[in-house]
T-cell receptor, first 117, second 116 residues
């Protein structure tokens, strides 16, 4: 089974621009979560999508948004980029949207490294 | 609220020595606990997890961890370190803020260095 894929792997943008990152979950997985990783703040939860609906959101400004498509692929968008948005953005998928210990495991993609100049 | 504390941001061991990475958690409900490893310029790879059942869990690459509820700990161990174990390790607790939503709260990570 192919793992979680993220595109692009690297991005360079300038302040004020917007960016869209893409994530394809493991085949059959329906839940997709996004995390931001920075040296200063560590790994922080952004949001989770299941069945094209945002189920949960972390403590990030409204400039961070996302969506999920009917095939479970997800995109996240950051508008009006700031220097502090430079980070590794990680996508994770899990099998179901219900609490089930046997499937309640998040599998991560390789990440998209975003640099804001 | 859930939180994870990893004691020691950097740990160095000699090749062949015991690896012990410490993790303590705080959770208002029975926790699901995870250890992930991250190699440079890569994403997170699942090492092992505890959800229910046996408190000693075995993972990949010879790692294991023991869930101790009384100590709120989930320390990661490996009997004999290998050079390829050098990486950053993250402990995480999974919780459900509402309904079927699920999110991970991570510790700050421990960088493991293996000395020849």
């Amino acid at each position: 089974k192919a793992g979680v894929t993220q595109t692009p792997r690297y991005l360079i943008k300038t302040r004020g621009q917007q960016v869209t990152l893409s994530c394809s979950p493991i085949s059959g997985h329906r839940s997709v979560s996004w995390y931001q990783q920075t040296p200063g703040q560590g790994l922080q939860f952004l949001f989770e999508y299941f069945s094209e609906t945002q189920r949960n959101k972390g403590n990030f400004p409204g400039r961070f948004s996302g969506r999920q498509f009917s095939n479970s692929r997800s995109e996240m968008n950051v508008s009006t980029l700031e220097l502090g948005d430079s980070a590794l953005y990680l996508c994770a998928s899990r099998a179901k949207g219900q609490i089930d210990p046997s499937t309640d495991t998040q599998y991560f993609g390789p990440g998209t490294r975003l640099t804001v100049l | 609220a859930q939180s994870v504390t990893q004691l020691g941001s950097h740990v160095s061991v000699s090749e062949g020595a015991l690896v012990l990475l410490r993790c303590n958690y705080s959770s208002s409900v029975p926790p699901y606990l995870f250890w992930y490893v991250q190699y440079p310029n890569q994403g997170l790879q699942l090492l092992l997890k505890y959800t229910t059942g046996a408190t000693l869990v075995k993972g990949i690459n010879g790692f294991e961890a023991e869930f101790k509820k009384s100590e709120t700990s989930f320390h990661l161990t490996k009997p004999s370190a290998h050079m390829s174990d050098a990486a950053e390790y993250f402990c995480a607790v999974s919780h459900s803020p509402r309904g079927s939503a699920r999110q991970l709260t991570f510790g700050s990570g421990t960088q493991l260095t293996v000395l020849p």
